[in-house]
């Protein structure tokens, strides 16, 4: 092995470790790891760039823009509603919500599908009173699977055809992964549907009658002396009022003792949680209410909830400290959190990824202070937000970008002209949509892509290909496609899947030379394996964001995903034997 080859693997394997542990943003480490490959000498200069200029990035970045405008349609709040008003069973519910998602998913990125299906769900679990445990896993799981089906439905599979496309001279077309992906995805769909209503069955005892799908907030509320808590001791708050009091504050210190000898009185301080929709109610009887806000209401005023995201520069702080909300005179209203144990003060709880933070203050600042922190906004009640579209036309532009794409116009090209469309005619503003994306994923990606490029012009690739041919007898391709499935499989729920995608995409090239192999079985497997990601919460952003809203554990995940991993796994390996060798 050369000195080029045993660096890039160093280099590589050290990177994987960073972006698996969450610790360091992951647009710091790649841009680390893409300059640290040109000081290592495995590109010139002139390469170290060129990722940004990609077709792939390029192609990732218009459909994140077209995204953005297809989220603000209110096209199936109709739907919804006559969906609810048909009372179906829960698990039609739940699989119809999720078949809208992969469906979605399968002309847009995996994330922009889950924002726009999850209200749909919510709302439809809300009626019908279905626990939101029982619909936001699948929705998100749902989401991965309907990207496997298409050329454009995850980055992964544009790395693929694009690196088809260098070895013989033709990528994929637009529906060749959905020779595999279609019928993983249709099981995959049915399979979690039915398992978690097993899994997270409706609570039997709630002492409050509350929708199940109702997000448990932490908050601190000031007793008016008006208030019908005024008298009643701690150990009553949960049958009485639906909350669990944490901590009661007395002037400036705790108020000790066993709960039912805690005794509310006016004026005092309580750190409680409970459903947001409680809290809603409480403060509308004067029950409990929150201390001014310190910059008082201005005309822009808003309200916004955001998820801490894994690269957010929010993890480990606690509330008081959040300096990016506090001198631009954003308040933070409540949070929900994973956290079991919850101590102190609202402003000593320390923030993890997934909490979701429930914001107050102007809007421009509230929009600035979640850019800079790496947080991404869930939902806004401010009345100057852009206005809901209710036009089909931006779906039947996106509708003949995604034509144009399959019919052999190249992806970066069609939706280029999708984008200059919703532009012209004011359906989008380029400028603050770009502003808007999540540039450390794309940041990551474009890094990556020279780094990805150097393990097959330094011989890395045919180097790790002749290692696992001492393993798996390459003579046969479905022993080699097995391989490189389970290699995809168990990386990605630690890294992301372009990334993924980009480091095994030259092994398995080289693996189908070695084999004197058509290396497009190879790279299926290789696209279907970075993205069949359900063990952990942290793998893929749409399973973090569900782990937030969701109130999921870890051991959720493991639970729920690997029946679903060994399925995918399994189907995945049989259609591509069947499909592509």
Same mark, same amino acid.
């Given at each position: 092995?050369?000195f080029e080859?045993?660096?890039l693997?160093?280099?590589?394997?050290?990177?994987?470790?960073?972006?698996?542990?969450?610790r360091?943003?992951?647009?710091?480490?790649?841009?680390?790891?893409?300059l640290?490959?040109?000081?290592?000498?495995?590109?010139?200069?002139?390469?170290? /760039?060129?990722g940004?200029a990609?077709p792939v990035?390029?192609?990732?970045?218009?459909?994140?823009?077209?995204v953005q405008v297809?989220?603000?349609?209110k096209?199936?709040?109709?739907?919804?509603?006559?969906?609810?008003?048909?009372?179906?069973?829960?698990f039609?519910?739940?699989?119809?919500?999720?078949?809208?998602?992969?469906?979605?998913?399968?002309?847009?990125?995996?994330?922009?599908?889950?924002?726009?299906?999850? %209200?749909?769900?919510?709302?439809?679990?809300? #009626?019908?009173?279905i *626990?939101?445990?029982?619909?936001?896993? *699948? #929705?998100?799981?749902?989401?991965?699977?309907g990207?496997?089906?298409?050329?454009?439905?995850? %980055?992964?599979?544009?790395?693929?055809?694009?690196?088809?496309a260098?070895?013989?001279?033709?990528?994929?077309? =637009?529906?060749?992964?959905?020779y595999?992906?279609?019928?993983?995805?249709?099981? +995959?769909i049915?399979?979690?549907?039915?398992?978690?209503?097993?899994? =997270?069955p409706?609570?039997?005892e709630?002492?409050?009658?509350?929708? *199940?799908?109702?997000?448990?907030?932490?908050?601190?509320?000031?007793?008016?002396?008006?208030?019908?808590?005024?008298?009643?001791?701690?150990? !009553?708050?949960?049958?009485? /009022?639906?909350?669990?009091?944490?901590?009661?504050?007395?002037?400036?210190?705790?108020?000790f003792?066993?709960?039912?000898?805690?005794?509310?009185?006016?004026?005092?301080?309580?750190?409680?949680e409970? @459903?947001?929709?409680v809290f809603?109610?409480?403060?509308?009887?004067?029950a409990?209410?929150a201390?001014?806000?310190p910059?008082g209401l201005?005309?822009?005023f &808003?309200?916004?909830?955001?998820?801490?995201?894994p690269?957010?520069?929010?993890?480990? $702080?606690?509330?008081?400290?959040?300096?990016?909300f506090?001198?631009?005179?954003?308040?933070v209203?409540?949070?929900?959190?994973?956290?079991?144990?919850?101590?102190?003060r609202?402003l !000593?709880?320390?923030?993890?990824?997934?909490?979701?933070? &429930?914001?107050e203050? *102007?809007?421009?600042?509230?929009?600035?202070?979640?850019?800079?922190s790496?947080?991404?906004?869930?939902? $806004?009640?401010?009345?100057s937000? %852009?206005?809901?579209?209710l036009?089909?036309?931006?779906f @039947?532009?996106?509708?003949?970008?995604?034509?144009?794409?399959?019919?052999?116009?190249r992806?970066?090209?069609a =939706?280029?002209?999708?984008?200059? #469309?919703?532009?012209?005619?004011?359906?989008?503003?380029?400028r603050?949509?770009?502003a808007?994306?999540?540039?450390?994923?794309?940041?990551?990606?474009?890094?990556?892509?020279?780094?990805?490029?150097?393990?097959a012009?330094t011989?890395?690739?045919?180097?790790?290909?002749?290692?696992l $041919?001492?393993?798996?007898?390459?003579?046969?391709?479905l022993?080699?496609? @097995?391989?490189?499935? /389970?290699?995809a499989?168990?990386?990605?729920?630690f890294v992301?899947?372009a990334?993924?995608?980009?480091?095994?995409?030259?092994?398995?090239?080289?693996?189908?030379?070695?084999?004197?192999h058509?290396?497009? @079985?190879?790279?299926?497997?290789?696209?279907?394996?970075?993205?069949?990601?359900?063990?952990?919460?942290f793998?893929?952003?749409?399973?973090?964001?569900?782990?937030?809203?969701?109130?999921?554990?870890?051991?959720?995940?493991?639970?729920?995903?690997?029946?679903?991993?060994?399925?995918?796994?399994?189907?995945?390996?049989?259609l591509? +034997?069947?499909f592509?060798?």
């Open positions: 092995m050369s080859q045993a660096s693997l160093i280099l590589l394997l050290a990177m994987l470790i960073l972006f698996s542990l969450n360091i943003r992951i647009e710091v480490v790649s841009i680390a790891g893409l640290g490959g040109y000081a290592l000498g495995l590109y010139p200069a002139d390469q170290i /760039f060129t940004f990609n990035v390029i192609t990732v970045v218009e459909i994140l823009l077209i297809l989220a603000r349609a096209l199936f709040d109709s739907l919804a509603a006559r969906f609810a008003a048909a009372r179906p069973r829960d039609t519910v739940i699989a119809c919500t999720s078949a809208l998602a992969g469906f979605m998913s399968i002309f847009m990125n995996n994330i922009g599908a889950f924002a726009i299906t999850l %209200p749909v769900a919510l709302r439809l679990g809300t #009626v019908l009173t *626990p939101r445990r029982q619909l936001v896993m *699948p #929705v998100s799981f749902a989401a991965l699977l990207g496997l089906v298409s050329l454009i439905g995850t %980055p992964a599979n544009l790395l693929v055809s694009d690196a088809l260098k070895a013989t001279g033709t990528g994929f077309h =637009f529906f060749d992964f959905a595999v992906g279609l019928p993983i995805a249709i099981a +995959g049915l399979l979690i549907a039915f398992r978690v209503q097993r899994l =997270f409706e609570p039997d709630t002492p409050v009658k509350i929708s *199940p799908a109702a997000r448990r907030i932490v908050v601190e509320r000031r007793i008016p002396d008006v208030s019908p808590l005024i008298g009643v001791r701690l150990s !009553d708050c949960p049958v009485r /009022f639906g909350i669990k009091p944490h901590a009661l504050i007395r002037g400036d210190s705790f108020v003792g066993p709960l039912d000898q805690s005794v509310i009185e006016p004026g005092d301080v309580l750190l409680a409970g @459903a947001d929709a809603a109610g409480l403060a509308a009887t004067q409990l209410i201390d001014a806000h910059h201005q005309p822009d &808003t309200r916004v909830e955001a998820v801490v995201m690269e957010s520069t929010l993890v480990g $702080s606690r509330v008081g400290s959040l300096e990016v506090h001198h631009r005179g954003i308040a209203a409540a949070l929900s959190m994973r956290a079991l144990r919850i101590e102190g609202f !000593d709880l320390q923030l993890s990824i997934g909490d979701i933070l &429930t914001l203050g *102007p809007r421009i600042a509230i929009g600035e202070a979640l850019e800079e790496e947080c991404l906004p869930l939902a $806004s009640t401010a009345p937000e %852009p206005a809901p579209l036009s089909w036309r931006p @039947a532009l996106f509708a003949c970008g995604v034509a144009a794409s399959a019919s052999g116009l992806p970066d090209v =939706f280029a002209g999708v984008v200059l #469309v919703l532009a012209l005619l004011n359906h989008l503003n380029i603050q949509a770009m808007d994306l999540n540039w450390p994923i794309i940041i990551m990606l474009a890094a990556m892509i020279p780094i990805g490029q150097a393990v012009t011989g890395a690739a045919e180097t790790i290909a002749g290692w $041919s001492l393993v798996v007898p390459i003579t046969h391709p022993f080699g496609i @097995a391989l490189i499935l /389970f290699l499989m168990a990386l990605t729920p992301n899947n990334t993924v995608a980009i480091v095994l995409t030259p092994i398995a090239l080289e693996f189908a030379r070695a084999g004197r058509a290396p497009d @079985a190879y790279l299926i497997a290789v696209a279907a394996g970075a993205s069949l990601d359900f063990l952990t919460p793998g893929h952003h749409n399973n973090t964001l569900a782990m937030g809203i969701g109130g999921y554990r870890f051991g959720d995940f493991l639970r729920a995903g690997w029946p679903l991993a060994v399925t995918s796994y399994g189907l995945a390996l049989l591509t +034997g069947l592509w060798l």
